[in-house]
T-cell receptor, first 110, second 112 residues
Framework: QQPVQSPQAVILREGEDAVINCSSSKALYSVHWYRQKHGEAPVFLMI?????EQKGHEKISASFNEKKQQSSLYLTASQLSYSGTYFCGTHGAGSYQLTFGKGTKLSVIP | DAGITQSPRHKVTETGTPVTLRCHQT?????MYWYRQDPGHGLRLIHYSYGVKDTDKGEVSDGYSVSRSKTEDFLLTLESATSSQTSVYFC???????????FGQGTRLTVV
């Protein structure tokens, strides 16, 4: 079952912040975040394991609330290069499946 | 980045014909995945493998089969292609479930 991402799309001006959410109805062991540019393959950004840790990657960070089975991706001071579609992927406890959400299209405009 | 090669990169085939897509990796990764990507659906898991000859179904496995006879190759077969299987297919690999996955460049398949 695919995790649910929100919003489906967001438009930002350079320098603005955004939050992308990912939730699952299943118990999660880990949450992955990926970014895909148009016409390219998805690229791994970061992984969060259960335990509520927060990770950072440049000005992009994420958190994982295992009690709520939710993860959020935070993009601060957005840059044009942040444009793309962001996917969360989830591993359930005891599962080898890596299942992705439908994606959130982020557009950063000057 | 992992060395992941998908072949072919583009293919047009006729309805009812069998088609095999190949994913080849040079990183000795244990886990391999096949996804299809369609507008509005994101990435949907077709099949995955957690070792040589160890495979399992994903969420959209009907009409597809896979084989993994050696670590580096993961084959996806459309037994009898249908127009609904027109899509972009991505292979991904991962050394460990605690590490991110790396994607191949994709195969654009058109079934006419």
């Amino acid at each position: 079952q695919q995790p649910v991402q929100s919003p489906q799309a967001v438009i930002l001006r350079e320098g603005e912040d955004a939050v992308i959410n990912c939730s699952s109805s299943k118990a999660l062991y880990s949450v992955h975040w990926y970014r895909q540019k148009h016409g390219e393959a998805p690229v791994f950004l970061m992984i969060l394991l259960k335990g509520g840790e927060q990770k950072g990657h440049e000005k992009i960070s994420a958190s994982f609330n295992e009690k709520k089975q939710q993860s959020s991706l935070y993009l601060t001071a957005s840059q044009l290069s942040y444009s793309g579609t962001y996917f969360c992927g989830t591993h359930g406890a005891g599962s080898y499946q890596l299942t992705f959400g439908k994606g959130t299209k982020l557009s950063v405009i000057p | 980045d992992a060395g992941i090669t998908q072949s072919p990169r583009h293919k047009v085939t006729e309805t009812g014909t069998p088609v095999t897509l190949r994913c080849h990796q040079t990183e000795n990764h244990r886990y391999m995945y096949w996804y299809r990507q369609d507008p509005g659906h994101g990435l949907r898991l077709i099949h995955y493998s957690y070792g040589v000859k160890d495979t399992d179904k994903g969420e959209v496995s009907d009409g597809y089969s896979v084989s993994r006879s050696k670590t580096e190759d993961f084959l996806l077969t459309l037994e009898s292609a249908t127009s609904s299987q027109t899509s972009v297919y991505f292979c991904a690999t991962s050394r460990d479930s605690l590490i991110g996955a790396f994607f191949g460049q994709g195969t654009r398949l058109t079934v006419v």
